[in-house]
Structure formats: structure tokens, C-alpha cells
């Protein structure tokens, strides 16, 4: 089945230690997106990516960094862990087809802890 | 600048009674309205889009550019409707979502 991954499912870390996330899809889409969720707060974006050579910002970047490595693929880093993004984090992707309403499809979330 | 807004983070009722999860939203052009859900131990999954005009398991969503408004509703919730749900806004093209805090349903016996 098409689909979306994410590995790891569940990660702690310590405060300082760089982690990468990463999320693959068999959908063959071109769109990409990291999402964090938080209670309360819904998902708030953090990344998104239309193609391999198009990265951009989302609400909420400062901590975190992306690489598109092909179109299946894409990562979210933390260049140095903080308690605060403490999370679930989700990948998403969606198809190109010129309209303003794709649907997106979820990756399974990871649970990342950072003491 | 778009908001979402929901102003439940819980919702508890009994089956088969009526439920209406309310979603409020700020934005100065057209938007396209979403409804997610994420049941437990499943992937957040679209539920419905306001521009289907669609019901999806018994759930319709109607939306009031007057009150910018977007609520869901269902007349009779049944225990498998227990999930969390997320409104969601499409402001511009490139389907960049902005998604409000979420409400827990309940759904009691």
C-alpha cells in the first residue's frame, strides 16, 4: 500500500544532542511537511518542501532544519535538542495538482522526548 | 494573518444524542475549511472538506462566511465517533494548512 513512514516511532534524548526524524512516502507526491503537535495547540507547521529544490519555513522553524534528499524523502532535525520540543511530530505529504484543497495523508507520528 | 479557532478542547456526550463541534476562523479572503480526525492509535485522516459539500459518517459541516464559521455536526454520535477532531484552513494555493488546537469527543454509552 501507498503510504507514508516515519522512523523512529519513539526517541529520548538529552538536552543538546542533535536528532533526526525522518519520513518516507510511496505516494508519490511531491509535497512534504513536518508538523509538530502539542496538547492544546493543534499542529503547528514547521517545514514544508513542494519538490526536491524547494524548502520553506514554516510557523514555527527556529531550532529545527529539513533536507529533502529525493522526493521520498524527507527530514526534520534538531540541531541541538531543548526540553521544549518535547512533541509529537508528524510528516505529511500531499499531491500537486493545482488546487488549493489536497488532501494531506499522515505519516504515524514520532514521540520524541527531550530531558 | 489566518487563525483557527476551537473553542472545546473536550466534548463529552451520550450516544445518541446530537454534537456539535464548533471551529471559528480569521481570514480576509475565500478559505477552504477542513475537518480532520485522528481516532486512537490511527493517523490523522481527512474527514471531510467544506467545498464537497459532503456528509461522512453522518457528519456534515456547513460554512457561514457570516459568522466565519465552520462547525461539525452529527444528530445522533455513536461510541465509534470518539476521536479528535481538527478544523482545518486552506487560506491560498499550495495547501498550506492552518489547524486549530483540537477537540477531544467523547462519546459515553
Known amino acids: 500500500d501507498a503510504d507514508v513512514t516515519q522512523t523512529p516511532r519513539n526517541r529520548i534524548t538529552k538536552t543538546g544532542k542533535r536528532i533526526m526524524l525522518e519520513c518516507s512516502q510511496t505516494?508519490?507526491?511531491?509535497?512534504m511537511y513536518w508538523y509538530r503537535q502539542d496538547p492544546g495547540l493543534g499542529l503547528r507547521l514547521i517545514y514544508y518542501?513542494?519538490?526536491?529544490?524547494?524548502?520553506n519555513k514554516g510557523e514555527i522553524s527556529d531550532g529545527y532544519s529539513v533536507s529533502r534528499q529525493a522526493q521520498a524523502k524527507f527530514s526534520l532535525s534538531l540541531e541541538s535538542a531543548i526540553p521544549n520540543q518535547t512533541a509529537l511530530y508528524f510528516c505529511?505529504?500531499?499531491?500537486?495538482?493545482?488546487?488549493?484543497?489536497?488532501?494531506?495523508?499522515f505519516g504515524p507520528g514520532t514521540r520524541l522526548t527531550v530531558l | 494573518a489566518q487563525r483557527v479557532t476551537q473553542p472545546e478542547k473536550l466534548l463529552s456526550v451520550f450516544k445518541g444524542a446530537p454534537v456539535e463541534l464548533k471551529c471559528n476562523y480569521s481570514?480576509?479572503?475565500?478559505?477552504?475549511l477542513f475537518w480532520y480526525v485522528q481516532y486512537s492509535r490511527q493517523r490523522l485522516q481527512l474527514l471531510l472538506r467544506?467545498?464537497s459539500r459532503e456528509s461522512i459518517k453522518g457528519f456534515t459541516a456547513d460554512l457561514n462566511k457570516g459568522e466565519t464559521s465552520f462547525h461539525l455536526k452529527k444528530p445522533f454520535a455513536q461510541e465509534e465517533d470518539s476521536a479528535m477532531y481538527y478544523c482545518?484552513?486552506?487560506?491560498?494555493?499550495?495547501?498550506?494548512?492552518?489547524f486549530g488546537g483540537g477537540t477531544r469527543l467523547m462519546v459515553k454509552p
Open positions: 505529511a505529504t500531499s499531491d500537486d495538482t493545482g488546487k488549493s484543497y489536497n488532501e494531506q495523508f
Open positions: 505516494k508519490g507526491h511531491d509535497r
Open positions: 518542501s513542494f519538490d526536491v529544490k524547494d524548502i
Open positions: 481570514y480576509s479572503g475565500s478559505p477552504e
Open positions: 467544506h467545498i
Open positions: 482545518a484552513l486552506s487560506g491560498r494555493a499550495g495547501n498550506m494548512l492552518t
